[in-house]
């Protein structure tokens, strides 16, 4: 399908993902109709936030001005969700009834936070972190509270964790794995992490699993754990976030017979098995740069680089270069910058000094970089992302010797 056969173009999702696709895409010259989709009342915003400014300052950081979409020619139909794709008509049906022909369907659906099947998870006092509503909700929560307890020590987790200790309040972390953030970080990251959190007053539990939560008068009061060594126990806590990982929301492509297998299959160019629909963002399994098969990316510059690739299929352009994934969290005073993916064997090379709080651990295996994690080190950061997407070999006795500057590795 070439530009001249696109007439209209039907977004379902306003999120980052589906938000930014729609603005590329003007800004690429499309002229045809492009509507977009939005469950959610409001109009797109941030959700980095959430967990990172979720007691300060307000909450409704928007992507763009409230102008914006008039003047692009965008029209968003906030809180009205697409419920069904007839794909041999090529129509979406809308949560009010509404039938709507599409030349290109762009599934951005994003993830849903992954529930936690355990009794009392819907007492009042326990929820989780996905949307606007879910921040509201946890800002009351927890400055009302006088202990919370965060289920799930990934990157969500411990940022609520460090906002709450932020204000005093006392915070208890509980992760099933030996470790933090087992899935997505080095051992060594998870390592400096824990005793960061633990110094400033966090209780970390690993190696524990919430079995269940317990009320009063349908109120929360206490989180029930079991410990490494089968041990039970009961922490008093009348606030609880829920932060397990997400699930991609992929039922309407499942639905619609499209290929799923954690989340929407789709190529380097966005692609679904049906040439009219193109998916983006959390909701999608993906070919990503240095990682064999596909994997599921949940990030804003991984949301934002297939919005470009789906630009580029509507238009028929060649297309964009695949990046280097990066992510970032903010944990008290660390700013956390992450590139690159841990798969497999590595060896751990540490610059700077994790206890003045400013380092960087580049992981590398044959000779190559396969990830850098850094805090508070912007300029190790990038220079970790030119080296990965060089690709270009790297002396790991000269990465490991402070007195090689890291710039002369990208030159060398
Ligand atoms: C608390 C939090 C903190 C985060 N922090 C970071 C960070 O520091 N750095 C980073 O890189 N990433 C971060 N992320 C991840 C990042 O926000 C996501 O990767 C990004 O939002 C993905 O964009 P998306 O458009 O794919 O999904 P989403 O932003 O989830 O948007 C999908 C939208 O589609 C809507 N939708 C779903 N189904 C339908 C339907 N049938 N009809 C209409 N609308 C529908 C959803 O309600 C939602 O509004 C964070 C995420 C959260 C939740």
Same mark, same amino acid.
């Given at each position: 399908?070439?530009?001249?056969?696109?007439?209209?173009?039907?977004v379902v999702?306003?999120?980052?993902?589906? #938000?930014? =696709?729609?603005?590329?895409?003007?800004?690429a010259? =499309?002229?045809?109709?492009?509507?977009?989709?939005?469950?959610?009342?409001?109009?797109?915003?941030?959700?980095?936030? @959430?967990?990172?400014? =979720?007691?300060?300052?307000?909450?409704?950081?928007?992507?763009?001005?409230?102008? =914006?979409?008039?003047?692009?020619?965008?029209?968003?139909?906030?809180?009205?969700?697409?419920?069904?794709?007839?794909?041999?008509a090529?129509?979406?049906?809308?949560?009010?009834?509404l039938?709507w022909?599409?030349?290109?369907?762009?599934?951005?659906?994003?993830?849903?936070?992954?529930?936690? @099947?355990?009794?009392?998870?819907?007492?009042?006092?326990?929820?989780?972190?996905?949307s606007?509503?879910?921040a509201?909700?946890?800002?009351?929560?927890v400055?009302?509270?006088?202990?919370?307890a965060?289920?799930?020590?990934?990157?969500?987790?411990?940022?609520?964790?460090? +906002?709450?200790?932020?204000?005093?309040?006392?915070?208890?972390?509980?992760?099933?794995?030996?470790?933090? @953030?087992?899935?997505?970080a080095?051992?060594?990251?998870?390592?400096?992490?824990?005793?960061?959190h633990?110094?400033?007053g966090?209780?970390?539990?690993?190696?524990?699993?919430?079995?269940?939560?317990?009320?009063?008068?349908g109120?929360?009061?206490?989180?029930?754990?079991?410990?490494?060594?089968?041990?039970?126990?009961?922490?008093?806590?009348?606030a609880?976030?829920?932060?397990?990982?997400?699930?991609?929301? #992929?039922?309407?492509?499942?639905?619609? +017979?499209?290929?799923?297998?954690?989340?929407?299959?789709?190529?380097?160019?966005?692609?679904?098995?049906?040439?009219?629909?193109?998916?983006?963002?959390?909701?999608?399994?993906?070919?990503v740069r240095?990682?064999?098969?596909?994997?599921?990316?949940?990030?804003?510059?991984?949301?934002?680089e297939?919005?470009?690739q789906?630009?580029?299929?509507?238009?028929?352009?060649?297309?964009?270069?695949?990046?280097?994934p990066?992510?970032?969290?903010?944990?008290?005073?660390?700013?956390?910058?992450?590139?690159?993916?841990?798969?497999?064997?590595?060896?751990?090379?540490?610059?700077?000094?994790?206890?003045? +709080?400013r380092?960087?651990?580049?992981?590398?295996?044959?000779?190559?970089?396969v990830?850098?994690?850094?805090?508070?080190?912007?300029?190790?950061?990038m220079?970790?992302?030119?080296?990965?997407?060089?690709?270009?070999?790297? #002396?790991?006795?000269?990465?490991?010797?402070?007195?090689?500057?890291?710039?002369?590795?990208?030159?060398?």
């Open positions: 399908m070439t530009d001249h056969a696109v007439s209209r173009v039907v999702g306003a999120g980052h993902a589906g #938000d930014t =696709f729609a603005a590329l895409l003007r800004q010259g =499309f002229v045809g109709e492009l509507i977009v989709f939005g469950d959610e009342p409001e109009p797109p915003y941030h959700r980095p936030p @959430l967990s990172k400014e =979720f007691l300060d300052g307000p909450l409704e950081k928007w992507l763009r001005e409230p102008t =914006f979409y008039a003047e692009q020619g965008v029209t968003l139909r906030l809180g009205e969700a697409v419920v069904e794709i007839d794909r041999a090529a129509t979406v049906t809308s949560s009010a009834g039938v022909s599409y030349d290109y369907l762009v599934l951005a659906t994003g993830a849903a936070s992954r529930a936690l @099947l355990v009794s009392g998870a819907d007492l009042d006092g326990v929820g989780m972190l996905r606007l509503a879910d509201r909700a946890l800002r009351r929560r400055l009302g509270a006088c202990s919370v965060v289920v799930g020590g990934g990157y969500i987790g411990l940022e609520v964790a460090a +906002g709450v200790r932020a204000k005093g309040r006392p915070a208890a972390v509980v992760e099933r794995e030996e470790r933090l @953030l087992a899935r997505v080095s051992p060594e990251l998870s390592r400096i992490l824990a005793r960061h633990a110094e400033r966090t209780a970390v539990l690993t190696d524990s699993v919430v079995r269940g939560f317990e009320g009063e008068a109120r929360l009061r206490a989180v029930v754990v079991t410990g490494p060594g089968g041990e039970e126990r009961r922490a008093w806590c009348d609880a976030v829920v932060g397990i990982g997400a699930v991609p929301r #992929d039922e309407l492509a499942r639905a619609a +017979g499209l290929s799923c297998n954690n989340g929407i299959v789709v190529d380097e160019l966005a692609r679904t098995d049906d040439v009219r629909i193109l998916a983006i963002g959390d909701v999608t399994s993906r070919p240095g990682v064999a098969g596909r994997m599921r990316l949940e990030s804003i510059p991984g949301a934002v297939q919005a470009r789906a630009v580029a299929t509507v238009l028929g352009r060649p297309a964009v270069g695949r990046e280097v990066w992510f970032w969290s903010d944990q008290f005073d660390l700013k956390l910058n992450i590139t690159g993916v841990l798969r497999g064997q590595f060896e751990t090379v540490l610059r700077g000094d994790p206890g003045a +709080g380092f960087s651990l580049f992981h590398h295996h044959d000779a190559r970089l990830a850098v994690e850094t805090a508070n080190a912007p300029a190790d950061f220079v970790g992302r030119r080296l990965l997407a060089s690709g270009q070999p790297v #002396d790991p006795v000269r990465l490991a010797d402070p007195r090689v500057g890291l710039r002369d590795l990208v030159t060398a």
